[in-house]
């Protein structure tokens, strides 16, 4: 009998340190697991509970899958003391993802906040991999200050891909850091792209989600140009222990990624 | 109409050692009177039933529950803390004295459990291996509301056999396969039923709706088509914090309900392993929507009961076209606030200008 609850093995093949609290697992899962880019994962560790999240990882790459974590409660804080080699356990994937097809021909505009950069990660990946389908590629990054920015490695490089452009702002400047200081609304002007043919995709904390969202109403976007990652404490992931209500969806049922249009009427989204 | 039979009380212990053969038997029991005394004073039953194994040799008296009993029928598909680690053999079950309202309240589990991403193999199994048997009512207790939600108080469809209390036996009829083959194996217990008994079981049908309306009418409940609209505009409400101010967040209003189904996944420990638990969980329940972080979308009680309505009343006729609401006002019967389902919708109908037609 297939038992959808059980999770499979997965061990830690590499653990890179992305800032403080945050770290990027690299996980191989007994079974090849493949997710479609914005589907998410629940991850376990016996004792310490199970949670819901996003791969960063490259879609196209099934033997592997990277999950980038910030350690803010109890499950993440034992992950975060993991060491490679253990073992920890995944469900999945679950949810609907981003809706590539509605990106062809378009200009992408990605606005990431903090940790919310991993799902988008994958997100990138997925887009750089067949960029000749899409017209342009903008990624507009906020961090609370620069050592709490994620990915600082790629960040550069993928800036420097044709077709891609990419803008980071930190909240408060720190240091010897020489670039943008304001959260990211402040970088969503003069952006090069055409928004009548632009389609935008948001993921972050709640509160920058409804700012940016807000701003790109003003710049004039429509409300079913823009995606957004909403999250919950999904702990199913099968639409059916009812924790994840989001007016009339299931944010693990029918999000995690949803078109602004369906959802903007719902009270307290933000929340 | 498919064909009535009859069961006579004095044919009542061969009917359940037919059944014993390959079901345990559960069936309804006096356990005490502690329903709720009808406030318009129509001296309404308050004996309380509860669904009891049967051993033949233990039980002298039979009894036949005139209403639901005290527990709801979700209670032998999911259970409060169970493993979720393999289907083990369940036992095959045999329930009597299931209510419509119950039978109501099957379809939101069953469209929870069984329907959309994957069906759930423990509810699945559970419910294949019980054969349900209900019953119309003769009875109803003062927080009975089923024809408010526009559900009979007699089964019409969903149940293996029906029971139908006449003076001094039974009409019983099959409503499935599986009732079917009992009837089958049966025969010589039930006869096919005369003209004279179907007409009084359409008697009785009729008068218990007329009684029941009447005691419906009493409380002002607004029409089923309303419900949808007045827990969506009455989002802002005063109403919730009125009410969710006496709530103790004991969660009885959700595990009693007949339709609640949100479950926890857990762990447990069993010796050195850890395994996975399910637990019923409780959207009254302050760490319902919490996440990892500490934001909480449900951070207010009066959230937490508007939450619960808008589930029921907004979010399963958006999805499966049914409110999940049986009327078998179980929630108001337990709880220590003396929240009453009946009064929030009549409160917030009233507010957003609906009059009762």
């Known amino acids: ?271 | 109409m498919p064909p009535l039979y009859y069961l006579s009380q004095e044919k009542w212990r061969s009917f359940l050692s037919l059944l014993e053969k390959d079901y345990q038997i559960y069936l309804p029991q006096i356990t005490g009177e502690k329903g709720i005394p009808c406030e318009f004073g129509k001296g309404l039953p308050k004996a309380d039933f509860k669904l009891a194994k049967y051993v033949s040799s233990k039980i002298s008296e039979l009894t036949f529950n005139p209403y639901r009993t005290i527990e709801p029928l979700k209670t032998f598909y999911t259970f409060p803390k169970e493993k979720l680690t393999s289907v083990d053999r369940e036992e095959r079950v045999a329930i009597i004295g299931i209510k419509n309202c119950d039978l109501f309240s099957l379809k939101i589990q069953d469209y929870v459990f069984l329907k959309g991403v994957v069906s759930d193999p423990f509810y699945k199994k559970r419910r294949e291996n019980t054969l349900i048997i209900s019953g119309d009512c003769s009875a109803f207790k003062e927080v009975c509301f089923c024809l408010g939600m526009e559900i009979n108080p007699f089964p019409e469809e969903g149940f293996d056999l029906n029971l139908s209390f006449l003076d001094d036996g039974f009409l019983i009829e099959s409503g499935s396969q599986k009732g079917e083959e009992i009837i089958e194996k049966g025969r010589d217990i039930f006869p096919l039923a005369s003209a004279e008994k179907i007409s009084l079981r359409e008697k009785k049908r009729e008068e218990i709706v007329r009684k029941l309306s009447e005691h419906i009418n009493l409380h002002n409940l607004p029409p089923l088509k309303t419900l949808q609209k007045i827990v969506k505009e009455g989002f802002d409400s005063p109403i919730w914090q009125e009410e969710a101010l006496r709530c103790v967040e004991c969660g009885g209003c959700n595990f009693s309900c007949d339709t609640c189904h949100c479950f926890l996944l857990s762990e447990d420990r069993f010796g050195s392993a850890h395994e996975q638990v399910r637990l019923w969980d409780a959207c009254l329940y302050a760490n319902f929507a919490k996440v990892a972080g500490g934001a909480n979308p449900l951070r207010y009680r009066y959230q937490r009961l508007r939450n619960r309505y808008l589930k029921k009343f907004d979010f399963f006729p958006e999805n499966v076209g049914l409110v999940a609401c049986c009327g078998c006002g179980r929630c108001i019967e337990v709880c220590p606030a003396k929240i009453d389902i009946r009064n929030v919708l009549r409160k917030l109908s009233i507010e957003c200008g609906i009059e009762r037609v």
């Not at chain 1, 988008?120 to 991999?129: E, G, M």
């Open chain 1, 1 to 271: 009998m297939e038992n959808p609850y059980q999770p499979i093995k997965a061990v830690v093949e590499d653990i890179i340190l992305e800032t403080s609290t945050i770290k990027t697992f690299v996980l191989r899962p007994e079974k090849e697991l493949s997710f479609q880019t914005g589907q998410f994962i629940e991850l376990s560790y016996p004792g310490w509970g199970e949670g819901p999240f996003t791969p960063s990882s490259d879609p196209w790459v099934k033997e592997k899958i990277e999950v980038t974590i910030m350690n803010v409660g109890r499950l993440t804080s034992k992950l975060h003391l993991l060491n490679v080699g253990e073992v920890v356990g995944i469900r999945g994937p679950y949810g609907k993802g981003y809706p590539l097809d509605r990106f062809v021909g378009k200009d992408i505009l990605i606005v990431g906040g903090g940790v919310g950069l991993a799902p988008l990660r994958s997100l990138l990946f997925s887009l750089f991999s067949e960029m000749d389908k899409y017209n342009k590629v903008v990624l507009r990054y906020g961090a609370r200050s620069p050592k709490d920015i994620v990915y600082k490695d790629s960040l550069p490089r993928w800036g420097k891909k044709e077709k891609v452009d990419v803008v980071v702002t930190v909240d408060v400047g720190e240091g010897n850091w020489k670039g943008n200081v304001g959260l990211v609304t402040t970088i969503l002007k003069d952006l090069p792209l055409e928004i009548n043919n632009a389609v935008a995709v948001v993921c972050g904390p709640p509160i920058m989600m409804k700012f940016s969202t807000l701003k790109l109403l003003d710049l004039g976007f429509k409300h079913k140009d823009i995606y957004l990652s909403m999250e919950k404490n999904m702990s199913c992931g099968l639409g059916k222990c009812g924790h994840c209500r989001l007016g009339k969806y299931y944010v693990c049922r029918d999000g995690p990624v949803f078109n602004y249009e369906n959802i903007k009427d719902i009270h307290d989204i933000w929340d």
